[in-house]
C-alpha cells in the first residue's frame, strides 16, 4: 500500500513488507521487494515503510539461524568475499549483479557493516537477513563495527526506524533490541578452504597473542571479558600502512609485519579484510592482506571504486565497478569537509 501525495500527487511511501504475513514471511517476495526498491531507487522516490511485526519475525528467525554458525565459519568452494556495505543499496546490487552467480551456487561471505548513511540505511541489512534464511549455509554475515549496539546507538538507528513507518516507541524499542540480539550473533570470521580468513577487521592484539585457534573455539553467548575483546578486535582492528600512525587512541590496529607474522605462525595464506576506504576498492598490501570496500564513492565525499572478491581454487579475481564522473551520486546529505580520517 503507497500514501499519496508529494510531487504530483505520486507515493509518498512504499510499504515492502505489505501482503507479508509475518507468522509465515515469505523471504524470496521480501528479497525482491527491497531489490525493487533499491533499483529503482531516485532522490525523489516513494521512501519505504515496513511493517513491526514482519521485522520483529525476520530478525528473531535470523537469530535462530544465526546461533548455529560457528565463530570462525569454514567455507569450501567457490566464495565471493564482500567488503563493508555502508547501506548503499545500490552498490550491493550491482556487485551481486556483476558476480553472476548467487547462493546456492556460490557462497557469499559478507564483511559486516550493513548499516549506514547510504540511502538503504536500513533495508541492506533486512534484504542480507532474508537472503541469509533463503540460503543458511551459502551466506556468510559477519559482525562488523557498525553492527555493535553502541554503533547503533550512535548512527541513530531508532530515527531510521521511525523513518519507515514505524512510529510508536515501544515498537521502535523492541525492533531494535531484535536487531542487537541479532547482530550480537553474527559470526567474527569466515575461514576458505582453511587457508583464507576473512573477517571485518583484523588480528588485533588479543589475537596475535592468543592466535586464531581461540577464536575457533569461542561459543556464542555469554563470554568472558577477554572472550569479548578478542572478538571485539576482530571487527575493530585498523590496517596502519604508515608507521607513523601508530597513535591510535585505544584503537586495537595491526601493521604489514604484523599480518605477516600472524599470517605464518597460522598458517594462512592472506587475510581478507574490511574496515577502511581503499581508493581502487581494494588494496592488497601487504601481499598477505586484501582490504576491500563494497560502498562506491563512500559518503560521496570518495570517488573510489566498489569491490568484492571471487575465490575459486585458491585463486582471487576482483570484481569492481566506478561510478562515472557527473552519474548521480546514492547520497543527497551534506558531504563531510574534505582532510577526515580515512578510518570509516
Known amino acids: 500500500m503507497s500514501d499519496e501525495g ?50 520483529v519475525k525476520l530478525l528473531q528467525k535470523s537469530q535462530e539461524i544465526l546461533k548455529h554458525d560457528e565463530m570462525v565459519v569454514k567455507v569450501n568452494g567457490p566464495v565471493i568475499v564482500f567488503g563493508p556495505i555502508y547501506g548503499e543499496g545500490d552498490s550491493l546490487i550491482t556487485l551481486i549483479s556483476q558476480s553472476k552467480v548467487t547462493p546456492p551456487n556460490v557462497t557469499f561471505v559478507m564483511l559486516g557493516c550493513y548499516l549506514g548513511h547510504g540511502f538503504a540505511q536500513l533495508e541492506c541489512l533486512f534484504l542480507l537477513l532474508a537472503y541469509k534464511l533463503l540460503y543458511p549455509e551459502k551466506v556468510i554475515l559477519l559482525k562488523g563495527h557498525h553492527e555493535e549496539s553502541i554503533s547503533m546507538e550512535m548512527l541513530k538507528v531508532k530515527d531510521w526506524l521511525y523513518a519507515r513507518g514505524i512510529v510508536q516507541e515501544v515498537n521502535i524499542e523492541e525492533v531494535l533490541l531484535e536487531m542487537k540480539k541479532t547482530c550480537s550473533l553474527m559470526s567474527a570470521a569466515a575461514l576458505v578452504n582453511m587457508k583464507i580468513l576473512c573477517m571485518p577487521g583484523g588480528p588485533g592484539p588479543t589475537m596475535r597473542e592468543r592466535g586464531l585457534k581461540q577464536l575457533m573455539q569461542l561459543k556464542k553467548g555469554f563470554q568472558a571479558i577477554g572472550d569479548r575483546k578478542l572478538i571485539m578486535e576482530a571487527a575493530w582492528s585498523v590496517l596502519l600502512i604508515n608507521e607513523a600512525q601508530k597513535d591510535m587512541h585505544g584503537m586495537p590496529f595491526f601493521t604489514s609485519q604484523m599480518a605477516s607474522d600472524f599470517c605464518k605462525k597460522n598458517r594462512l595464506k592472506c587475510i581478507v579484510r574490511g574496515r577502511q576506504m581503499v581508493d581502487e576498492g581494494y588494496l592488497n598490501k601487504p601481499k598477505e592482506v586484501i582490504t576491500l570496500i563494497s560502498a562506491v564513492a563512500y559518503l560521496d565525499n570518495f570517488r573510489n571504486y566498489a569491490a568484492v572478491l571471487h575465490i575459486e581454487k585458491d585463486k582471487g579475481r576482483i570484481i569492481r565497478y566506478k561510478m562515472e564522473e557527473g552519474e548521480q551520486l546514492s547520497l543527497e546529505l551534506v558531504k563531510p569537509g574534505m582532510g577526515r580520517n580515512a578510518v570509516v
Do not use: C, M
Not at 521480501?30 to 533499491?38: P, S
Open 6 to 55: 508529494g510531487n504530483g500527487g505520486g507515493p509518498r511511501f512504499i510499504n515492502l513488507t505489505e501482503d507479508i504475513n509475518p507468522e509465515k514471511i515469505d523471504y524470496a517476495k521480501l528479497v525482491h521487494n527491497i531489490w525493487n526498491y533499491i533499483r529503482n531507487y531516485t532522490p525523489d522516490s516513494a521512501r519505504p515503510q515496513f511493517n513491526h511485526e514482519v521485522l
